[in-house]
């Protein structure tokens, strides 16, 4: 080899170290829930019914670096642990959060002015198109995990009265990338 050769390859593998630690460093979509204690939900984010005694107010919520391509956010809290038979338990959905917003405010549960132009509550298992908090059964501790899903289309074609099952069916073939955090609950025998 030459010295053109030579100082083709060391070009090459300068180009090569350069893009590497650009790609090394790249962060990942993530999702974070603030006002938790240690990873655990707090008394004013647990539901208020079926026994428990929480003020059921909607946690912050918030995502960064959204992947390139992203028009529209859905945010999901989900408990696989519910004693439903494996099919767990939905406590909050909100769709069509545009793709330039990065977090749900505290309390937006309910309260429009709250949530992200456009988001839209849809239904969950408790019933209602609104936040339903922890409520495992007495003794029991849960998981809820809460995900951020990026897709490639402004928005689903659902309403507030849209089942989980129709919002999944219709974020299929549209979700980009989704970032997990998982939270705690354990709810005391009394």
Not at 43 to 52: A, L, N, P, T
Not at 102 to 129: C, Q, R
Not at 145 to 163: E, F, G, M, Q, Y
Request: hydrophobic share 40%; charged share 15%; net charge negative.
């Amino acid at each position: 080899m030459g010295l053109n050769g030579v100082l083709r390859a060391a070009l090459c593998s300068s180009a090569l170290l350069a893009i590497v630690p650009a790609i090394a460093l790249a962060e990942r979509f993530s999702v974070q829930v603030d006002d938790l204690d240690r990873g655990q939900f707090m008394s004013e984010q647990v539901y208020g019914g079926f026994g428990c005694h929480g003020a059921n107010v909607s946690p912050h919520i918030s995502w960064s670096h959204v992947p390139r391509g992203t028009k529209s956010i859905v945010v999901t809290i989900y408990d696989p642990d519910a004693p439903t038979g494996g099919l767990g338990w939905t406590h909050w959905e909100v769709v069509n959060i545009p793709g330039s917003d990065t977090s749900i405010e505290k309390g937006a549960s309910g309260n429009p002015t709250l949530l992200p132009a456009g988001a839209v509550e849809t239904l969950t298992d408790f019933g209602d198109s609104r936040y339903g908090g922890p409520c495992p059964p007495e003794g029991e501790s849960h998981r809820y995990v809460v995900t951020a899903s990026a897709l490639a289309v402004p928005s689903i074609d659902v309403k507030a009265a849209s089942s989980p099952a129709l919002v999944a069916y219709q974020m299929h073939g549209k979700v980009i990338a989704q970032a997990h955090y998982v939270a705690t609950f354990h709810r005391p025998a009394d």
